[in-house]
Each structure stands twice: as C-alpha cells, then as structure tokens.
C-alpha cells in the first residue's frame, strides 16, 4: 500500500468520525430540554411576525376549478372504529350533533341541519401537508364566527378546542386540536360539510372537519364531536394545544 | 523579514463573524431540510402535489425478488437504484427505507417535528446575519470596493478563467483582490441563490402566502417552490465545495488564517523576489 492511499484512509476515516461525532452530537442536543426550549424561541418569533403582519385581515390564496386536485386525498386516519362513530356514519349521521360549550354563555348542540342553516362559505384553497404535499379542493361549510356569534364566548375565552372522534394512538386518544379567537373569527375559518360538491366522505372527516386556511393540514381536524373555548390550553391533551402538538409540532402551524 | 511586509489585512471581524456564523447556519439548514424533505420525498411543479402530472423528482423503495430493498430515484422518469444513499440505506446498522440517509440529516432518525425545530429556528438565524451582512456590505464601501467586478474585471474575463483552470493564483499586490470569476460567483451566491433559497422557502408556508394572495404564483405555484429551493440547496452546496477546494489548494492555512485572524500573506510576486 503506498503512502497517498493510506492518507486518505486516514482522511477519510477522519472525517467519518468527526462528523459521526458532530451528528450524535445534534441528536443529543434534539432530546435535551433547554436546547429544544431554544428552538422553540422560532415558533414565538413566527407567531409575533404573524401578529405584526397578517392576523384577521389577510386571506388564504382561494382558486379555480380547473386547480382542484382529481381526487381530495386522505390523511391521518381514513375511519374511525370507535362503535359510537360507526352508528352515527351508519344512520348517515342523522343524530349527529355538535357539543358547544366551556366558556360561552350560550352552550349549543347542533345538528347537521343546524349547521347547514348557519351562515356559510365556498373556498377552493390548498390544503398544506406538514410533509410537504399539498392538494386543492372546494370546501362549503358553516363560518366558525357565525356559530361563535350564537354561542356568545365569555370575555375570557382565549382558544377553541376542537374534539374529536378520531384516534391514531392504540391506547384510544382522540384527535384534539385548537386555535386562537383571531383565526377563528376569521372569514375563511369554516366547518365543512362539503368537498368538491359532494357531502364530506368518511375519509376525508365526516360528518364535519375544521378549515383553518393560513395553517398546515394538522391544524384542521376531521370528525369533530365537540368545541371547547377554554382560556388556556394547559388542561388540553398533553397541555400543547394538540394532538401533534403534545408530539413535538408546533402549536401555530403558520410555517 | 518579506512575512511581515507581505502581511495584509483582509477581512474586517464583522465579516469573519457572519462568515463563520453562516457556515454553521447552512449546514445546519441543509441538514434538517434534507429530514424535512425525507418526510415527503418527492418534488412537483405546480400550484399543489396532485395536478395530474408525475413529480419531477421522487426517491422511493420496493421489495426485491429476493426480498431486500431496493432504493430508487426517479427524475424526469428515468430511474435510477440508489440503494444504501437514496430510498434505502443503513440506520443503525440496518437498512430502511429513507429518501436521504442518516448521516446526512438532522436528527439523524426520521423525525419531522424535530427537524421542523432546528430548520425554523436557524432560519431566523441565517436570513438575520444576511440581512446584517448585506447591510454592513454597503455601508463599509465593501461590496463597491471588492465585489463588484471593475471594467478592467470585465474585460479580464477570459484570462481568469484560463487561470482557474490551469490552477494559476494571482501573486504579490494582485492577490489583494478577488478575481472577477471570484467575484462574480460570490454574487450570484448573495443576491441570488440566498434571496432565492428563501424565497422559495417563504413561499411553502401557509401564512406567507397569505399576506399577498397570488404571490408565490409568479414562482409557479406552491409545490413548484419546494422544488428551486430543495436545487437552490444543492448549488449552494456545490459551491461550497469549490470554495473549499479554491481555499485548500491557494494555501489551506493562509485563507484560514484570513477568515479567523483577517490576516493574510500575500504570496510572494516571482518577478521582485
């Protein structure tokens, strides 16, 4: 063996093994808490250049028909197993009804017929995969601030929570999400009951999803049961606010 | 006795300071966008993924005849086995099935929420200290004195790229400046592929896009920017690898001495030695 090919051998076994060092070494970093705390300055950063720019007023890119996706895909999960889930889809969810409580002066329950009395929206937008995917299509649902309107929220209600019947976890969690009152009062913040013209199907989140347009797919929980306005989200889940959240994601999904 | 008349003053510490802060900023960027690529390993163009047309670029895996996995990429529909780098490769000692391998991406192991974290937030990072640089650029008469190429740059085109390629160096009072291919490069590097990258990377985030309905339209759409920013990674990425390769072989330790001390040698000029 000659001397330039044992020099690099040793080159590049030096180089394997400070950069394998470097890499466990941001991985340790990943599971520390005040590096991850660190980190997390970004999401608070984003949110306070969001407030500074946008909030109420600006509106989510809306399309044409000849945009749309051929078919809406399906995330997360495609049909809920729980029984109760099962016998509301199975009767067409004829005795479905939306819980409206927490801080609010006026708890309501509302059938889908309800809902679809409420004032309502068509958008065509794109729906943003926290993966990187992305597909257009046409949604009709009930404004959010229309419902909150007949629920008059208490001056301390802070978020909505949105509960649901979907679970991704084998120990049963449901699906939980939620959003401050400046998104949810915003005019393209919609609970569907439509997609591309036809009623919501199973996989998509029959019989009603959340539509929070400035915000990733995640944000936008499918089959939701029950809305909460609470003042604080430390009692919800794991205390982030969400499902994703309580894994690791961030609460404002802007980004 | 000719070191020290020859020592020259290079680089003022602003520079150096935002030089190294972006060295660590890139790779950093580069290394968690490839985790967050892995997520969805495929580039489209268009306003969003499903648009009737096939990615322009998509690393996947199959099963094997003989049950192993097999790592494909696939761009413009020719594909390619890529197995152990792209689609499949090693993760703790056995093979899964990953777009990018371990060693490239941070976290190591797929982890989108993690790597979500460390991109973000070095962002912030690497679009402020360019904002910085560019700013003291124009203010410290920088960019006008030794980056914009001069008329007597313009027309010494050919000759510097016969230079580079016969690896010939400037000497003596001319190695106080950058060449015009030098220069020229370093700003395509600053006020395009940088402004670019983020951009394009500004045109994937759903509350960016809402400030000014339309904007990233002019971009080819939503889908399409993920695909110049993940190409605009890669030509960074190249040139980091020349500018490595030009720093090691006009003097390793002097260029580094440069961007850590701001001294530099003027290699001696053969014709008054």
Request: aromatic residues 12%; charged residues 20%; glycine residues 8%.
């Amino acid at each position: 063996m000659n001397d330039s090919s044992s020099r690099r051998r040793f080159l590049f076994r030096a180089v394997t093994l400070v950069g394998g060092v470097l890499l466990a070494g941001c991985d340790r970093l990943s599971r520390s808490a005040w590096f991850t705390r660190m980190l997390a300055v970004a999401e608070s950063m984003n949110l306070a250049a969001r407030s500074a720019t946008a909030n109420r007023i600006s509106m989510a890119q809306e399309f044409t028909e000849t945009d749309m996706s051929p078919s809406f895909r399906s995330n997360g999960t495609a049909n809920p197993s729980s029984p109760d889930y099962q016998r509301l889809a199975a009767a067409d969810f004829t005795d479905y009804r939306l819980e409206v409580g927490g801080q609010v002066q006026t708890p309501l329950s509302l059938s889908l017929a309800d809902l679809r009395a409420l004032p309502d929206r068509t958008q065509i937008t794109r729906h943003d995969c926290v993966e990187g995917w992305s597909a257009i299509a046409k949604w009709h649902g009930a404004r959010l601030s229309a419902l909150l309107a007949r629920a008059q929220p208490l001056p301390s209600a802070k978020y909505v929570v949105f509960h649901c019947a979907d679970s991704l976890d084998d120990d049963g969690t449901l699906y939980y999400e939620s959003i401050d009152m400046e998104d949810a009062n915003h005019e393209q913040t919609i609970l569907a009951y439509d997609l591309n013209d036809e009623k919501l199907p199973v996989k998509n989140g029959a019989p009603v999803r959340l539509r929070v347009e400035r915000q990733l797919g995640y944000k936008m929980a499918k089959y939701v049961m029950r809305l909460e306005l609470v003042d604080s989200l430390a009692n919800v889940g794991g205390g982030n606010g969400g499902y994703w959240e309580d894994q690791g994601y961030e609460w404002y999904a802007g980004i | 006795m000719a070191t020290n008349d020859r020592l020259y003053y290079r680089h003022t510490l602003p520079i150096r300071v935002m030089h190294w802060i972006n060295v660590f900023a890139f790779f950093l960027m580069l290394m968690s966008g490839l985790q967050i690529f892995n997520a969805h390993p495929a580039l489209n163009w268009g306003k969003s993924s499903y648009n009737g047309k096939p990615p322009v670029l998509e690393i996947s895996s199959s099963q094997g005849s003989d049950g192993k996995a097999i790592g494909t990429t696939t761009i413009f529909g020719h594909t390619f086995t890529t197995t152990g780098v792209l689609g499949v490769s090693d993760e703790d000692g056995s093979p899964t099935e990953r777009g990018f391998p371990s060693w490239s991406t941070i976290p190591g192991p797929q982890w989108l929420a993690m790597a979500r974290a460390w991109h973000f937030f070095f962002a912030w990072i690497f679009v402020l200290n360019g904002l910085f640089y560019v700013g003291y650029s124009i203010a410290s008469r920088h960019l006008r004195r030794d980056l914009v190429p001069s008329a007597t740059d313009a027309r010494s085109i050919g000759r510097s790229l016969k230079d580079h390629l016969l690896f010939r160096h400037p000497k003596g009072e001319a190695a106080k400046q950058y060449n015009v291919l030098q220069k020229l490069t370093y700003l395509i590097v600053i006020f395009v592929l940088l402004p670019g990258i983020i951009l394009m990377g500004w045109a994937m985030s759903p509350w960016l896009n809402s400030l000014w309905p339309g904007w990233i339209d002019i971009l080819g759409g939503r889908q399409s920017a993920r695909t110049p920013h993940f190409v605009f990674a890669f030509l960074l990425l190249a040139f980091v690898f020349v500018h490595v390769f030009e720093v090691v072989i006009t003097g390793l330790w002097n260029n580094l001495r440069s961007m850590i001390t701001g001294r530099y040698v003027l290699p001696p000029d053969d014709r008054h030695e």
